[in-house]
């Protein structure tokens, strides 16, 4: 225990309670990323003509614009998710600006999704490349007839951020198909060890695969998380578990489920409790891989988040996540960090796991959102050593990997993980200042550079806050019970920060 105490004091004093500045832990990419320049401007905008701040013209969110395209979509589309209708043309920058005029400081950016905000300058000049513009419209099928740039693009893109100690890739189109083909890689890197290495397949395994049978289908299985979210394709199915919704009315696979750790907060306060929540995690993850491998059922891989997004922005320790990489050594299943919603910068690092300190690099990570392309970084051994054996139509998308290789350029030059790191501190503390004045409404405020979250009283407040704030101009998004969650673009600043803050307190005052 005397490590995990150790370990759980580094988290307690640079994860929570200085909220965005972390220095420690990382390896090659914490130092490739690390900055040196002047800390960012308050008050000066990164995109210019940039709204100076919301403005809500209509007496309803969604406005009557939006609601009337909303009952037209209805008719051949289901909509019920549609929350308003985007000017695209007029958002720029944080603010997102809906088909009523309304101008909304957007700290929800498209589900995580936008790490430049919108319409960036830098983004849009890229289509003034007659080159860029054709790789938008030959969308080529990359897994058969990539183009001739494509290695290159795929160097100054991707590979110019991965993941310390993983240098193989493969790219997909989105998130889901991303986990759902790196599941696949983790298959076939296990059952090519069952067969100490054999390619060669058995005419029994040939035949027997396209009934669903063994030996062709060997009945493996994955170790998920309870709150954990994958992903809504079948097998990402299997491995989600934040809301029922998602999962009602499918079959699915009887895999292992272990409980992730339930932190209390504040993290000073709750040292040993939250040491026990890791110890019986990970007690619970031993017993379930060795539990499953007895019904004929072995575990290949251990699926986790480095903070559970859809699930309430759930975290754990470092030494959680390093404790969590042994047992996968132990018992033979690889470990998949979905970095889905973390990657890309929100955290202050390009990866959250650099967080963790780890002591080799994951077997693979996936990403998609704010990477602007899906897809995995995976050790050399996951590659299948066939073709056509993680492969679709597109694998990707070439003019997704053209906007993120400017976007790496924009991440440098204009120190946006510095930015990160700042607005994320100027966050913490006012929500820790807000808590403290409002504890009846918030509590457990948490995060990672900007990437933080705070709990409402219970979901009908949680609700009614992101209610009250969008008609004060701020998009906000809510998971699981009664969690809120920021997940602003990279270049949201602390001005941007400092209105977001002001409109919450008087949303609490007001509750």
């Known amino acids: 225990m005397r490590v995990l105490s150790r370990n759980l004091v580094w988290h307690l004093k640079n994860h929570v309670l200085r909220g965005a500045v972390l220095a420690g832990g990382g390896g090659g990419g914490s130092v490739r990323w690390q900055q040196t320049a002047p800390r960012v401007a308050t008050g000066r905008s990164l995109v210019p003509n940039e709204p100076e701040g919301p403005k809500v013209v209509t007496s309803s969110i969604p406005g009557p614009v939006s609601q009337q395209k909303l009952q037209e979509l209805a008719q051949f589309q289901e909509s019920r998710a549609v929350q308003l209708f985007v000017d695209y043309e007029r958002s720029l920058g944080n603010y997102l600006v809906d088909v009523d005029g309304n101008t909304l400081l957007d700290i929800f950016t498209q589900i995580s999704s936008l790490p430049l905000g919108y319409s960036h300058p830098d983004l849009l000049n890229l289509l003034n490349d007659p080159m860029n513009i054709k790789a938008f419209i030959n969308r080529p099928a990359l897994g058969s ?11 100054n893109s991707l590979l110019q951020v991965a993941p310390t100690g993983l240098q193989h890739l493969c790219t997909m189109a989105c998130g889901s198909c991303s986990n759902e083909n790196a599941y696949k890689a983790i298959y076939i890197w296990y059952r090519t060890k069952e067969r100490g290495g054999e390619i060669n397949f058995t005419q029994e395994e040939l035949e027997s695969c396209m ?8 009945s493996y299985s994955l170790l998920s998380f309870t709150g954990a979210f994958h992903g809504r394709t079948m097998g990402c199915l299997a491995t989600t578990h934040s809301k029922a919704i998602h999962k009602m009315d499918i079959p699915s696979m009887d895999w292992p489920i272990a409980q992730f750790p339930q932190y209390k907060y504040p993290l000073e306060e709750h040292v040993r409790e939250n040491q026990e929540e890791d110890r019986k995690s990970l007690e619970e993850v031993e017993d379930l891989i060795h539990k499953y491998k007895s019904m004929g059922k072995p575990v290949a891989g251990i699926v986790v988040e480095p903070i559970q997004s859809e699930g309430g922005d759930n ?24 970095e889905v919603q973390t990657g890309g910068g929100p955290t202050g690092k390009i990866w959250c796991h650099e967080h963790f300190d780890l002591p080799e690099a994951p077997d693979i990570v996936t990403f998609s959102k704010k990477m602007m392309t899906g897809g995995y970084f995976c050790k050399e051994e996951f590659r299948p050593p066939q073709g056509y054996r993680i492969y679709n139509t597109w694998m990707g998308d070439p003019s997704k990997v053209i906007m993120l290789e400017e976007v790496i350029r924009v991440i440098n030059r204009d120190h946006l993980l510095e930015n990160v790191m700042e607005t994320g501190e100027v966050l913490m503390k006012g929500l820790r200042e807000l808590q403290q004045q409002f504890p009846q409404h918030i509590s457990a405020v948490r995060g990672r550079g900007t990437f933080i979250a705070f709990n409402g009283s219970e979901s009908a407040k949680r609700d009614k806050i992101i209610g009250k704030l969008k008609m004060l101009g701020i998009i906000q ?35």
């Open 145 to 155: 007839f990539p183009g001739t740039d494509w290695p290159e693009r795929l160097q």
């Open 211 to 218: 009934i669903n049978q063994a030996p062709g289908c060997p």
């Open 315 to 338: 975290h754990a320790s470092p030494e959680f996540f390093q404790k969590l990489q042994q047992i996968g050594k132990r018992t033979g299943a690889a470990l998949l960090i979905d």
């Open 477 to 511: 998004g809510g998971c699981g019970e009664s969690t809120l969650r920021l997940r602003p673009a990279l270049i949201f600043q602390p001005h941007h920060a400092h209105i977001f803050l002001e409109r919450l307190e008087t949303v609490l005052s007001e509750i």
